[in-house]
């Protein structure tokens, strides 16, 4: 087998720029962990250039037709192709809790599920890096009072720094897609415990975004928030114009005072 089919359905543009695929590997700082886990991995452009490294590489691939190429193409990811969907496995079938990062060129219709599957596993994940549709990664990278500024941004940068890398143009995949891509990475932040409840902490991220437009005192009504809270100056703003930092507080308030 020469080649693998694109399938629209599994959203597949594969990146034929053997340069980019090289910075996209040599993104990862490869500290704190000695496995990679490559999502998606198709044709393995990227797959060549983590292999090079001094780490274990595994790659997870729903598409069987891309395992079998992938089988025939890389010896040395034999008995390390995962052939499952990322969104539904226990990655710890194979890993048994060790720290590993994540990396790839990712299905752009599951993307923002591969970055909320990597925050459910933070204590698992040092790092994380990856290409997206350019406006998700820019969305993960914005900060308070940004248009794009939301849900995403704030849990990711709560428990990681991240940061865009560099944008990648359409005509170096196949087929190309109709919207430019951005690498991005995140490197889980030293002290990555939250001085608030953590539950607590992503309800009132969602619940407070999903509501936008409106000031944190209507869209977190819900909360049932005790008359003296309500006064807060906190609740006269609207959610893009909280830090990460003042989403923790809002929440350390909420949970100390909420009736």
Not at 40 to 49: D, E, I, N
Not at 88 to 110: D, L, T
Not at 192 to 206: A, G, R, Y
């Amino acid at each position: 087998m020469n080649q693998v089919r694109a399938k629209k359905h599994l959203g597949q543009h594969f990146l034929t720029d053997e340069s980019i695929a090289k910075d996209i590997a040599d993104s990862l700082s490869l500290s704190g962990y000695d496995t990679i886990l490559e999502i998606g991995p198709g044709m393995g452009v990227l797959t060549k250039y983590l292999l090079e490294k001094e780490v274990d590489t595994y790659v997870i691939e729903i598409d069987t037709e891309s395992v079998t190429y992938l089988n025939s193409h890389y010896p040395k990811l034999h008995n390390k192709i995962i052939s499952k969907d990322i969104l539904k496995y226990n990655i710890n079938e194979v890993f048994e809790g060790k720290p590993f990062a994540i990396i790839g060129n990712f299905p752009y219709n599951i993307s923002t599920q591969i970055v909320f599957k990597c925050l459910e596993m933070r204590r698992q994940v040092p790092e994380f890096a990856g290409m997206f549709q350019k406006e998700v990664a820019e969305r993960i990278c914005s900060k308070k009072g940004s248009k794009v500024y939301g849900i995403l941004s704030v849990l990711a940068q709560a428990f990681y720094d991240v940061q865009y890398l560099f944008t990648v143009n359409e005509d170096v995949f196949n087929p190309p897609p109709k919207v430019k891509s951005g690498v991005m990475r995140m490197v889980r932040k030293e002290n990555f415990s939250l001085p608030c409840d953590e539950k607590l902490f992503f309800n009132v991220v969602k619940t407070g975004f999903n509501q936008r437009r409106k000031t944190l005192r209507n869209s977190l009504k819900s909360f049932q928030l005790s008359d003296d809270l309500k006064l807060d100056t906190i609740f006269d703003l609207r959610p893009e114009q909280l830090s990460v930092e003042q989403f923790i507080e809002l929440t350390q308030k909420i949970e100390a005072n909420a009736v």
